[in-house]
């Protein structure tokens, strides 16, 4: 049977003020420590073995924090506690978020740990989302910035081209009548014998064998044109 009386007293003599009940040497119990103030986790077989306050032995000698020296270090990591009343480091004290306006509870090390972050909770899915918008953008305006860069690259190739294109287009009987677009793209050009414009690439000019006596086939939908009327002698359609 676990005796809570002898069990505080085990953690007084060794200079802890126990705070949840006493339920045994190999359980977990929460205690303050008298010389330093602060509160943490220990087992009575820690204790027993010697292990001690890791806030002491991180930091030296350390004396606990005054209720209005715990209330202005809240308020400068953007929390308002509800009351003056500092429970301790570790311990979690009901405060407004300064940043969304909620009441939480958090300890005053998270709540300097954030470094004016705001509350764990609704304004750390916030940041989250921020973060991730700002992440889209930067993406984005690489990817623009990408295809400004190869657009400029091309266009420079292009031009580079287009001497050699036009004197292609000459010797195939036509005049370009526009820019040179690229190889394989649409391009406007000028047939020499009968003056009218046609659409066609580079490539195909580059693979005709002898230029064609005239560039521009098939029905031309804008001039006049014969219709002839055919009738069946046999059927009379």
């Given amino acids: 049977m676990v005796n809570e009386e002898w069990g505080a007293a085990q953690y007084e003599a060794a200079g802890w003020i126990l705070l949840d009940p006493y339920r045994g040497a190999t359980k977990s119990h929460r205690a303050e420590h008298k010389e330093c103030g602060n509160q943490d986790t220990k087992k009575l077989e820690s204790i027993r073995q010697g292990k001690g306050c890791v806030y002491c032995y991180r930091a030296g000698p350390m004396t606990r924090l005054s209720d209005d020296a ?5 308020v400068k990591a953007v929390f308002t506690p509800k009351d003056r009343e500092y429970p301790g480091v570790l311990t979690k004290w009901l405060c407004t978020c300064n940043e969304c306006g909620r009441d939480v509870w958090i300890t005053l090390n998270y709540a300097e740990a954030a470094k004016g972050a705001g509350c764990p909770d609704v304004c750390r899915e916030k940041r989250k989302a921020e973060k991730k918008a700002a992440t889209a953008a930067r993406a984005a305006e690489r990817r623009q910035k990408g295809q400004e860069d190869r657009g400029a ?15 292609l287009a000459l010797v195939q009987g036509c005049t370009p009548a526009e820019d040179y677009p690229g190889p394989d793209e649409p391009w406007k050009l000028t047939c020499n014998a009968c003056g009218e414009l046609f659409v066609t690439t580079c490539a195909y000019l580059r693979r005709m064998k002898k230029p064609k006596a005239c560039h521009v086939q098939g029905y031309d939908t804008v001039r006049p044109a014969y219709v002839y009327v055919l009738e069946h002698l046999k059927t009379g359609r």
């Fill in 153 to 167: 690259r091309w266009k420079s190739k292009r031009k580079a081209q287009e001497p050699e294109a036009a004197a």
């Fill in 70 to 74: 715990a209330f202005e270090r809240m």
